[in-house]
C-alpha cells in the first residue's frame, strides 16, 4: 500500500481519466492512456494538470519540469517583464529594483555544451570566423563577463553559448539536413529562455544567431519568423535605433555600441531575409540619415570606443569605414531597393522618377544600340571576374570564412548568363560560379539550394 508521502509513479496520473471517471469505471491512470481505453481505441483525455504530464512524455524530447509548491502556485508575483510592458515609467525613474529569478539550466543543455574548455574552443572559433563579418558580440565582454565556470547558473549565457555551437557547426553531408538535433535543441531552449522572466543582451543575441543559421542553410519560413521575434524582443529592451527608451543600466560605451550592433545586425537579416520577394512588410523601422554607424571593429574589439570618429547615415563614404559601417550602409540601399520595387501606387518621390527616367534612357540607348549594349556586358563580365574569381571574394574562398550574405546576388549573376549562355564569358563565369557553390554548401546548404534553382531555371529554359 503506497502511504501518502510516497512519489506517485511518473508514468501515471494523478486522477483517473475522464471517460473512467465519468462511467465510475476502474482506471489504471496510465499515461498517456489508460489501458481501458488503449483496449478499446477511445480518446482518453485526463485532468489539465496531467495532460501537461502526458504531453511532455509523449514529446520527442524529455524536458525538465520544475516543481512549484502548491502554497504558492497561485500567487501572482510582479515581474520584471509584467512591468516593462505594463508600466514601463517605474524602470525609467529608477526606484523600483525587481528581483529576476534565474530557473535552473537543465543537465541535458549543459551537457550539450560539454565543459568550460570546450566552450572556450567554440568561442574562439567564432569570433575567427563568423564574428569577422558580423560582429555584433563584444569579444571583450564576452571573454571578460560571459565565459567564466559561473555561468552553468546562468540560462541566458548558456542559450548565447549553445547557439554558438549551432552557428560554428558544420551541417552534415549525410542525410544532408542541417534541420540537426542540435538546431533543435536550441531552438526549443530558445523558447524555454525567452518566455521566462530572463530578460537580457544575450537571449537576443542567441535569438540572432538562430535567425542567421537558418538564412544561411535556407531554413524557411523560420529565418523570417526569427528575426521578426527578434524584432519585438529588440524594442522591449529598448534597442530599436532611435533609443527612446532603456530599460536596462548601460554604463560602459562598448555596452552602448553593442546595442546598436545588435540593432544593426536585426536591420540587414530583415532586410535580406525579403530580398528574393519585395512587398513584405519590415519587422524593424527604416533608417535614418541621423542613425549612428557602428564605431571601428579592432577598436571595438579591443573594447575602445571613440566618440568623436562616430559617423551616421549621412556621412560620405569612405575607405576608413569598417567593414561592419558598409555593411549597414548596403542595408540601407537594400532598404530603398526593396520599398521601391514594391511600391505599386506611383506615388514616390522626385528622387525615384528621376532613377526611373534614368533608367529607361539606358535601356533605350542600349537596345538602339547592340556594340554599347555588348561592351557594357563585358564591363560587367570583367568586373564579377575581378571581384568574384581574382580578388577572391566568394570563389576560391574557405567555406569557414565565407558568409552567406553573396550568395543572393551570385544566384542573380549566374540567372543572368544563362540567358546568354552561350557567349563564352557567360559558359566559364558559369562553370566557376557554380563550382564554388558546391564549395560554399559544406558550410551554408543554401547555397545547395541556389544550386537546384539554377538547374530548375535551366530546365524552364529548355
Known amino acids: 500500500m503506497q502511504s501518502a508521502t510516497t512519489r506517485p509513479n511518473i508514468d501515471?496520473?494523478?486522477?483517473?481519466?475522464?471517460?473512467?471517471?465519468?462511467?465510475?469505471?476502474?482506471?489504471?491512470?496510465?499515461?498517456?492512456?489508460?489501458?481501458?481505453?488503449?483496449r478499446r481505441n477511445w480518446s482518453c483525455k485526463y485532468h489539465p494538470s496531467d495532460e501537461i504530464?502526458?504531453?511532455?512524455?509523449?514529446?520527442?524530447?524529455?524536458?525538465?519540469?520544475?516543481?512549484?509548491?502548491?502554497?504558492?502556485?497561485?500567487?501572482?508575483?510582479?515581474?520584471?517583464?509584467?512591468m516593462l510592458f505594463l508600466d514601463p515609467n517605474l524602470l525609467q525613474h529608477g526606484q523600483i529594483e525587481i528581483p529576476r529569478p534565474t530557473p535552473p539550466v537543465p543537465a541535458h543543455v549543459l551537457q550539450l555544451l560539454g565543459d568550460l574548455?570546450?566552450?572556450?574552443?567554440?568561442?574562439?572559433?567564432?569570433?575567427?570566423?563568423t564574428h569577422a563579418w558580423m560582429p555584433f558580440i563584444s569579444k571583450k565582454r564576452f571573454y571578460d563577463i560571459h565565459l567564466k565556470p559561473s555561468y552553468q547558473s546562468r540560462p541566458d549565457v548558456v542559450l548565447l553559448f549553445l547557439s554558438l555551437k549551432l552557428i560554428t557547426t558544420l551541417p552534415p553531408t549525410s542525410p544532408r539536413n542541417p534541420r540537426t538535433s542540435l538546431y533543435h535543441a536550441v531552438k526549443h531552449y530558445y523558447l524555454e529562455v525567452e518566455g521566462s522572466s530572463t530578460f537580457s543582451i544575450p537571449v537576443l543575441q542567441a535569438g540572432i544567431l538562430l535567425a542567421l543559421y537558418e538564412l544561411g542553410h535556407a531554413i524557411y519560413p523560420a529565418a523570417y519568423l526569427s528575426i521578426g521575434a527578434c524584432a519585438r524582443y529588440a524594442h522591449a529592451l529598448g534597442i530599436n535605433g532611435s533609443g527612446t527608451m532603456v530599460t536596462t543600466r548601460v554604463t560602459t560605451l562598448v555596452e552602448v555600441e553593442e546595442r546598436r550592433r545588435v540593432w544593426w545586425v536585426i536591420v540587414i537579416i530583415d532586410r535580406f531575409v525579403n530580398i528574393g520577394c519585395p512587398g513584405r512588410p519590415f519587422a524593424t523601422s527604416r533608417p535614418t540619415l541621423d542613425d549612428l554607424l557602428p564605431a571601428d571593429d579592432a577598436e571595438w574589439d579591443q573594447g575602445m570606443v571613440r566618440t568623436d570618429d562616430s559617423s551616421t547615415l549621412l556621412s560620405p563614404m569612405s575607405t576608413h569605414m569598417s567593414k561592419f559601417s558598409l555593411l549597414c550602409q548596403a542595408a540601407r540601399l537594400l532598404d530603398q531597393v526593396l520599398c521601391y520595387m514594391s511600391c505599386d501606387d506611383g506615388k514616390d518621390d522626385d528622387r525615384w522618377m528621376q532613377l526611373e527616367r534614368t533608367l529607361q534612357s539606358m535601356l533605350t540607348v542600349s537596345m538602339s544600340r547592340h556594340e554599347y549594349a555588348l561592351a557594357t556586358f563585358h564591363t560587367i563580365t570583367e568586373t564579377i571576374t575581378a571581384n568574384l574569381v581574382q580578388k577572391r571574394c566568394f570563389v576560391d574562398r574557405d567555406p569557414e570564412s565565407t558568409s552567406p550574405w553573396g550568395l543572393y546576388c551570385v544566384y542573380r549573376i549566374c540567372a543572368s548568363f544563362l540567358r546568354d549562355e552561350n557567349e563564352p564569358e557567360s559558359k566559364a563565369m558559369m562553370a566557376k560560379l557554380k563550382e564554388s557553390f558546391y564549395t560554399v554548401d559544406r558550410r551554408w546548404n543554401a547555397a545547395g539550394v541556389y544550386l537546384q534553382l539554377l538547374e530548375a531555371r535551366e530546365v524552364m529554359k529548355g
Not at 501515471?12 to 499515461?31: G, H, P, T
Not at 574548455?117 to 575567427?128: L, S
Open 12 to 38: 501515471q496520473a494523478q486522477q483517473v481519466c475522464i471517460s473512467c471517471k465519468a462511467q465510475k469505471r476502474r482506471c489504471n491512470k496510465a499515461l498517456p492512456r489508460c489501458s481501458y481505453c488503449t
Open 53 to 82: 504530464r502526458t504531453s511532455t512524455l509523449a514529446s520527442e524530447h524529455v524536458w525538465d519540469i520544475v516543481p512549484v509548491p502548491n502554497e504558492i502556485a497561485d500567487i501572482q508575483s510582479l515581474d520584471f517583464p509584467s
Open 117 to 129: 574548455n570546450q566552450v572556450h574552443i567554440t568561442a574562439d572559433k567564432f569570433f575567427e570566423f
